[in-house]
């Protein structure tokens, strides 16, 4: 085999529209069909909403109105408007923006000229309009290419401002690309609670926020906060907290309006500055974890220039407040130590309370010492051979490229576990085998993590016995059999993450894996399907009298054929927090002793699926009936 020639045509440039097209990750992160918040058609949308966020920052327009119909997003400030002269270097040239100078917009949110840039070439179809001092602009785009162009500025009585619309494109995204309405909710909720006066309409529901991140915390307390809500409000700082009788700790954090849902150097200092304070103010070294175990907190700063750990923005890099200025650590410590110890002098039933719950925490982490130590002994050995554990190469927690595709998998009973294990790819999947129904953790305190062999050895699998910045898996995977049994492990698994690693759920680590219902094959072709709208679209596609087999269990899928349905094809199903109810209301619903109440439920919303011929395409006689075979 002969040697790849390398000279001077094997140097290639890309233009911005190539680069941006041929590798998307490096500007959106995952792409993900919409299922996930973290997914990139939700960067599109922030990158298309944090200009005109900005806008409202420096004094221009107090409202923005966001459109989603047919899979296309509108949005439309009444800012300043883009200058018309500029409308196509800041939709098309790349590295060009007015934020580079940060005199004009000191502390906003996008600063490098990328992110409408990538919306533009990620797009199927991207239009930008400028209203400006009663005249307009109009370009239209498709894959970042120009389709049509306003040539001449057209005369307009429109107010000042921008609008844009796009489509994500299939091209990158996929087929089955669908916006979340809940997701673009909670955004524009989040732009609400930062921008305290700005209106946010979706599709008709308004946005707005009067209190910030006190506003935040009511809307989103898992538990009954145990003493009124901290709010302390500084330039460039604005933080609130309270606690709740929860497991782990809660937090919110931003900068310059950006969720930073991974934290950084900003969250790191005020859960530092916040135990110096409150030791200094009880007069006793607490342990960390006693302080902050239950809190509910969210923080925002404002910093000139921030430096974000990637393109999307989701972890705080920056050390300083500005270049050569005040360190963020030092900015923050000192904020709190005045702030938080005036409030506390002032309001003595809440420093009451707060004392209260410290010292219910040390309590509790005491009793569980004896107990822990002896399970973290018992764990050690485990480690040595877990036979529950089938461990994969690369974790969350190592330095390598492809360390968010780590996965675990947790399954039940030998056949599904060999299935899966015969699957995986030994680099990036794990897989954790229990032994049958867990047990119903409801209303149990901590002590059962560590007295129960099982539990142990899946949370020190994990690596979250004391935080879940230690998680070794990116994805924790509950993978079980489409029926009843496996639908109740599900529950019984994630009412164990709910009850004591509720921060699993918060940070979007858990999901439930998607198994295929049905096999649908003929001589020629093989199709799966996981719904029966899919099935019955196969039987279509198929024609006349098709294999059917339905899968029961995931034991019954052969491994040659599990490998496509945990590949690059995954389905995953988020497993989130509901703020609408507490955990302990849902959990208490579910997972309680409510007999008749939950009864009732099931059968007000009890559903009868039916077979259902296809209505397209040639039709059985009807002494013609459809072979299936249940595997």
Not at 468 to 477: A, G
Request: proline share 4%; with cysteine; net charge neutral.
């Amino acid at each position: 085999m002969s040697e790849p020639i390398y000279d001077e045509d094997s140097i290639r440039s890309l233009d911005w529209v190539e680069h941006i097209r041929l590798r998307p990750g490096m500007y959106i992160g995952k792409l993900g069909d919409g299922s996930a918040p973290d997914d990139g058609i939700y960067i599109l949308a922030k990158e298309a909403l944090d200009n005109s966020i900005d806008e409202f920052v420096m004094g221009h327009g107090k409202q923005i109105d966001i459109e989603l119909a047919d899979g296309r997003m509108k949005v439309r400030d009444y800012g300043r408007g883009i200058p018309l002269g500029k409308l196509m270097d800041c939709a098309a040239k790349i590295n060009t923006g007015a934020k580079y100078d940060s005199k004009a917009f000191k502390k906003s949110v996008g600063l490098n000229g990328v992110g409408i840039k990538a919306v533009n070439a990620l797009s199927s179809f991207f239009d930008i309009q400028a209203y400006r001092e009663g005249e307009t602009k109009l370009i239209e785009f498709s894959q970042g290419k120009v389709q049509q162009e306003m040539k001449k500025l057209q005369p307009t009585r429109e107010g000042n401002g921008t609008r844009l619309s796009f489509t994500p494109d299939a091209a990158i995204f996929g087929p089955r690309v669908k916006w979340d309405i809940e997701t673009l909710e909670r955004m524009c909720r989040y732009y609400s609670y930062l921008n305290t006066g700005l209106t946010l309409n979706l599709n008709g529901t308004k946005f707005r926020s009067k209190d910030g991140l006190a506003d935040l915390l009511r809307d989103n307390l898992p538990q009954e906060a145990l003493y009124p809500i901290i709010h302390l409000k500084g330039e460039d700082v604005e933080i609130a907290f309270t606690h709740a009788e929860q497991a782990g700790e809660d937090y919110y954090s931003f900068v310059n309006g950006q969720n930073t849902h991974q934290g950084g150097t900003h969250l790191a200092a005020f859960r530092e500055a916040l135990v110096k304070t409150m030791r200094e103010h009880f007069k006793k070294d607490y342990d960390p974890s006693d302080i902050r175990t239950g809190i509910v907190a969210a923080i925002a700063i404002k910093v000139t220039e921030p430096v974000f750990e990637s393109q999307t923005k989701t972890k705080l890099g920056s050390t300083h407040m500005e270049p050569e200025g005040q360190t963020v650590r030092t900015f923050i410590a000192n904020f709190l130590s005045k702030e938080l110890e005036l409030h506390l002098h002032k309001n003595k039933e809440t420093a009451k309370a707060l004392l209260e719950k410290i010292q219910m925490n040390e309590s509790e982490r005491k009793e569980l010492a004896g107990v822990a130590k002896i399970a973290k002994e018992r764990a050690r050995k485990a480690k040595i051979h877990n036979k529950k554990l089938r461990d994969c190469r690369v974790h969350l927690d190592s330095t390598a490229k492809n360390k968010e595709e780590s996965t675990l998998f947790i399954t039940e009973g030998n056949s599904a576990s060999g299935s899966i294990t015969s699957a995986r790819d030994v680099d990036t999947q794990a897989v954790f085998s229990l032994r049958g129904k867990p047990l119903n953790t409801f209303g149990l305190n901590k002590k059962i993590v560590y007295e129960n062999e099982e539990f142990n050895l899946l949370q020190h699998a994990l690596n979250i016995e004391d935080s879940v910045d230690d998680l070794r898996y990116n994805k924790v995977v509950l993978a079980t059999d489409a029926d009843v049994d496996g639908m109740h492990i599900r529950l019984l698994m994630i009412t164990f993450f709910l009850q004591f690693f509720p921060d699993l759920l918060r940070r979007g680590h858990l999901f439930v894996l998607q198994t295929p219902l049905f096999r649908i094959r003929n001589k020629k072709e093989t199709i799966y399907s996981y719904s029966e709208e899919e099935k019955q679209a196969a039987m279509r596609k198929l024609g006349k009298n098709p294999e059917i087999t339905r899968f029961k269990g995931l034991g019954e899928i052969n491994a040659s054929e599990f490998k496509h349905f945990i590949g690059k094809d995954i389905r995953l199903d988020p497993v989130g927090i509901d703020h609408s109810h507490s955990i302990k209301e849902l959990l208490t619903f579910y997972m309680g002793k409510n007999t008749p109440e939950r009864q009732e439920f099931i059968i007000r919303n009890l559903r009868v699926e039916q077979d259902i011929l296809p209505p397209e395409g040639p039709q059985p006689r009807p002494d013609e009936s459809v072979e299936e075979k249940v595997a």
